[in-house]
């Protein structure tokens, strides 16, 4: 991969931080994703969002992202989505949501950083290169 193609993807990367908003933690998550969601007053529809964000907070788990079909900023509660699509990978979850959802997540967390380690280190001192004999 190209130097400064690998430098973009870094520095996009490092945009999407974890933090805490309040009494929320927020984690980066990337993904397009189908719901299939029941709002607070029971009406189902079916979303396709560009997730950005994993909101934790007191009693509730929203996702958050750009909903597609409406072109603006939305967030999901977890316990109301009944089904999720991956739409990059067909993967189909219909059980356990919230745990799929932080697995995705932390997965992010652990590529970023692994990414970021692998930027900064010397050239000479990356995993699975070997030392030059002199």
Same mark, same amino acid.
Do not use: C, M
């Given at each position: 991969m190209p130097a400064d193609h690998r430098d973009?993807?870094?520095?996009?990367? $490092? $945009? +999407?931080? @974890?933090?805490?908003?309040?009494?929320? =933690?927020?984690l980066p998550i990337e993904g #397009? +994703? /189908?719901l299939v969601y029941e709002?607070?007053? %029971?009406?189902?529809?079916?979303? =396709?969002?560009?997730? &950005? /964000?994993?909101?934790? %907070? !007191?009693?509730?788990?929203?996702v958050g992202g750009t909903d597609r079909d409406r072109d603006?900023? #939305?967030? +999901?509660? $977890?316990?109301?989505? &009944?089904?999720l699509t991956d739409r990059d990978t067909g993967e189909l979850? @219909? =059980?356990n949501?919230?745990?799929?959802l932080?697995? =995705?997540? @932390?997965? $992010?967390r652990r590529a970023r950083a692994a990414a970021l380690r692998q930027k900064t280190l010397p050239e000479a001192a990356r !995993? %699975?290169?070997?030392?030059?004999a002199a």
């Open positions: 973009a993807i870094v520095q996009r990367q $490092a $945009a +999407f931080v @974890e933090r805490q908003d309040g009494a929320w =933690r927020v #397009r +994703f /189908e709002d607070g007053n %029971g009406a189902w529809s079916v979303r =396709r969002l560009q997730a &950005h /964000e994993l909101k934790i %907070g !007191p009693g509730r788990v929203l603006g900023y #939305r967030g +999901f509660r $977890a316990d109301r989505i &009944h089904r979850v @219909e =059980r949501i919230l745990d799929w932080t697995r =995705r997540a @932390e997965a $992010a !995993p %699975g290169r070997k030392a030059r």
